[in-house]
């Protein structure tokens, strides 16, 4: 039996740009929870957001930085931003550079109080051969094509989307969790106590996942852009991607070669995300006469669903049964 495949698909990012006006206006100092005012907290986007949320519980007030319908590629920060980012004790951020903006925007600032956790500290990382031989980590699969000059890591020599590997997930609740006692340790042991139920949680639905994808070991699907390789290591699958960033077009040749891709290996679905928008990628379905499907890459997502912690297991769910279908299961 061939291979089977399946192809994901994402819209081109809107270039990000920074405002940064009205960064003379005069700080204001954050009060912590133990003057008896809940510590507030800014995440920045929404996985970091629903993993915050489930950790400070009613420890702290959580404000995203960017709207949960906006991606971190798309963000163009306003002066509310900055006002936002002067009252916060804490800043929670991915890492990895996924949010490339977020330096001179919190120099900006210049609260010198607030702490800045960086969820992906100590959690082994997907990279580019480049990367690989300068920084020591770890290498992912994909296309030989990511190697030009034309289609280089924008997100710099790592990858960076590893919340949707549940396992590193737990690694960047616990940094969250560790990260909110050292600046609040009045609440300490709520912090504590909330990471870890949500902790059971994701453990909870990595096994599941695994169980369900295990039929499908080694099977490869092709994303649009590069945001699969933890989730396709952690289950062992293969991922592969069109071009590394979504700020990148794939050319007429990217297009021939999926295509040919397609009908080499009887791919059975193109999963596309929910933010994809790109008329090639819905014509090139139609005319392979392959299915759509979609896998969420949490990214971007509604305001209700930002507020429930319970939205990153009910979305990696999904698209595990997605997946499944896609694969022909």
Same mark, same amino acid.
């Given at each position: 039996?061939?291979?089977?495949?399946?192809?994901?698909?994402?819209?081109?990012?809107?270039?990000?740009?920074?405002?940064?006006? +009205?960064?003379? $206006?005069?700080?204001?100092? $954050?009060?912590?929870?133990?003057?008896?005012?809940?510590?507030?907290?800014?995440?920045?986007?929404?996985?970091?957001?629903?993993?915050?949320?489930?950790?400070?519980?009613?420890?702290?007030?959580?404000?995203?930085?960017?709207?949960?319908?906006?991606?971190?590629?798309?963000?163009?920060?306003?002066?509310?931003?900055?006002?936002?980012?002067?009252?916060?004790?804490?800043?929670?951020?991915?890492?990895?550079?996924?949010?490339?903006?977020?330096?001179?925007?919190?120099?900006?600032?210049?609260?010198?109080?607030?702490?800045?956790?960086?969820?992906?500290?100590?959690?082994?990382?997907?990279?580019?051969?480049?990367?690989?031989?300068?920084?020591?980590?770890?290498?992912?699969?994909?296309?030989?094509?990511?190697?030009?000059?034309?289609?280089?890591?924008?997100?710099?020599?790592?990858?960076?989307?590893?919340?949707?590997?549940?396992?590193?997930?737990?690694?960047?609740?616990?940094?969250?969790?560790?990260?909110?006692?050292?600046?609040?340790?009045?609440?300490?042991?709520?912090?504590?106590?909330?990471?870890?139920?949500?902790? $059971?949680?994701?453990?909870?639905?990595?096994?599941?996942? $695994?169980?369900?994808?295990? &039929?499908?070991?080694?099977?490869?699907?092709?994303?649009?852009?590069?945001?699969?390789?933890?989730? +396709?290591?952690?289950?062992?699958?293969?991922?592969?991607?069109?071009?590394?960033? &979504?700020?990148?077009?794939?050319? &007429?040749?990217?297009?021939?070669?999926?295509?040919?891709?397609?009908?080499?290996?009887?791919?059975?679905?193109?999963?596309?995300?929910?933010?994809?928008?790109?008329?090639?990628?819905?014509?090139? +379905?139609?005319?392979?006469?392959?299915?759509?499907?979609?896998?969420?890459?949490?990214?971007?997502?509604?305001?209700?669903?930002?507020?429930?912690?319970?939205?990153?297991?009910?979305?990696?769910?999904?698209?595990? +049964?997605?997946?499944?279908?896609?694969?022909?299961?």
């Amino acid at each position: 039996m061939a291979p089977i495949h399946v192809l994901l698909t994402r819209a081109g990012a809107i270039s990000l740009s920074l405002l940064l006006a +009205a960064c003379g $206006a005069p700080q204001q100092k $954050a009060e912590s929870s133990s003057n008896g005012t809940k510590v507030p907290v800014v995440t920045t986007f929404l996985p970091i957001t629903l993993f915050t949320r489930a950790v400070a519980g009613e420890c702290a007030t959580v404000t995203a930085l960017i709207p949960p319908s906006t991606g971190p590629h798309d963000f163009q920060a306003k002066p509310g931003d900055l006002a936002t980012l002067r009252q916060a004790r804490v800043l929670v951020k991915n890492g990895l550079e996924m949010e490339s903006f977020l330096d001179k925007l919190v120099t900006s600032t210049g609260n010198s109080e607030l702490a800045v956790i960086d969820s992906s500290r100590g959690i082994a990382t997907i990279g580019s051969p480049e990367g690989e031989a300068e920084h020591g980590h770890e290498h992912g699969s994909g296309p030989d094509h990511g190697q030009d000059g034309d289609h280089g890591h924008a997100h710099g020599a790592v990858n960076p989307h590893i919340w949707l590997d549940p396992l590193r997930a737990v690694q960047q609740v616990e940094t969250i969790r560790d990260g909110l006692v050292k600046a609040d340790p009045s609440c300490a042991e709520g912090y504590k106590r909330n990471a870890a139920a949500y902790i $059971a949680q994701l453990q909870q639905l990595n096994s599941e996942i $695994a169980g369900k994808l295990k &039929p499908y070991s080694g099977k490869t699907f092709i994303a649009f852009h590069d945001f699969a390789p933890y989730f +396709a290591e952690r289950y062992g699958l293969k991922a592969e991607f069109l071009v590394d960033v &979504p700020e990148l077009n794939p050319s &007429p040749a990217d297009l021939q070669r999926v295509a040919t891709e397609v009908r080499t290996t009887q791919l059975k679905a193109l999963l596309s995300e929910p933010q994809e928008g790109q008329r090639s990628f819905n014509t090139l +379905a139609k005319d392979l006469g392959v299915k759509i499907s979609v896998f969420d890459p949490l990214e971007t997502g509604s305001l209700e669903s930002s507020k429930d912690p319970g939205t990153y297991l009910q979305v990696m769910r999904r698209n595990t +049964a997605d997946l499944i279908q896609a694969f022909g299961g």
